[in-house]
Every structure is written in structure tokens, then in C-alpha cells.
């Protein structure tokens, strides 16, 4: 059975940081992404970030290129989202998702069914 456990929200001042981590169990990082949503709340989910474990292959979000930085440790199944110059509008709930194709569905150019999702955790940018 795929887990995933995301880590490391709160709620941090504008132009902080903070660091995400996804500890993913039940799949090989060999054949599988990592991905990295957000939703704020009325808005719709939007794709962040991927990383393919295997060649550590990255792709960012427009919003949030040369901010956020995604890392993967394959030793220990960890994908880490270090999350840096936070802006108000960062706040959302982060959820982390993993799937052979996932940087497809983050560039919104695959839907996100069948994909393994987990439980979110929330950051808050505010002064």
C-alpha cells in the first residue's frame, strides 16, 4: 500500500521559509515521481513541483520558480520542498502525490486520477 506523510507546515512571516518533507513507503522511487500540490481555500488545486527520484529531474510552477527548491533523499524514500522568500499567497494546504506521471498532472497536462495522495499539511504566510 502507498503512504505518504507530509511534515513541516506552519505558519511562518512573509519572506520566511519553511521546509515540506513527503516520506513516501509502499513504491519504488526507481519508477515513481514525487509531486507537490497546493490548494487555498476557494481556489482550485494547482500544481508546485516534481521531482523523479531516479535522475533527480525537477520542474516548478511559474509562481513559484527560484523560491521553492525540491530535493529528493532516495536512501531514506524522502522527497523534501525547502520553500523560501514566502509570499502571502503561498498559504495553502500542501499536499504531496506520487504517481509514474506526475510531473504530467503538476504541468496540467494529465488529470490526477489514480494518483496516491496524502493527508496535506498547512502553511500560512501572514504577518
Known amino acids: 500500500e502507498v503512504q505518504l506523510v507530509e511534515s513541516g507546515g506552519g505558519l511562518v512571516q512573509p519572506g520566511g521559509s519553511l521546509r515540506l518533507s513527503c516520506a513516501a513507503s509502499?513504491?519504488?522511487?526507481?519508477?515513481?515521481?514525487i509531486g507537490w500540490f497546493r490548494q487555498a481555500p476557494g481556489k482550485e488545486r494547482e500544481g508546485v513541483s516534481c521531482?523523479?527520484?531516479?535522475?533527480?529531474?525537477?520542474y516548478y510552477a511559474d509562481s513559484v520558480k527560484g523560491r521553492f527548491t525540491l530535493s529528493a533523499d532516495n536512501a531514506k524514500n524522502t522527497v523534501n520542498l525547502q520553500m523560501n522568500s514566502l509570499k502571502p499567497e503561498d498559504t495553502a494546504v500542501y499536499y504531496c502525490a506520487a504517481d509514474r506521471w506526475i510531473c504530467l498532472v503538476v504541468a496540467g497536462l494529465k488529470s490526477a486520477d489514480g494518483v496516491s495522495w496524502g493527508q496535506g499539511t498547512q502553511v500560512a504566510v501572514s504577518s
Open positions: 509502499g513504491f519504488s522511487f526507481d519508477n515513481n515521481a
Open positions: 521531482i523523479s527520484p531516479p535522475d533527480k529531474t525537477t
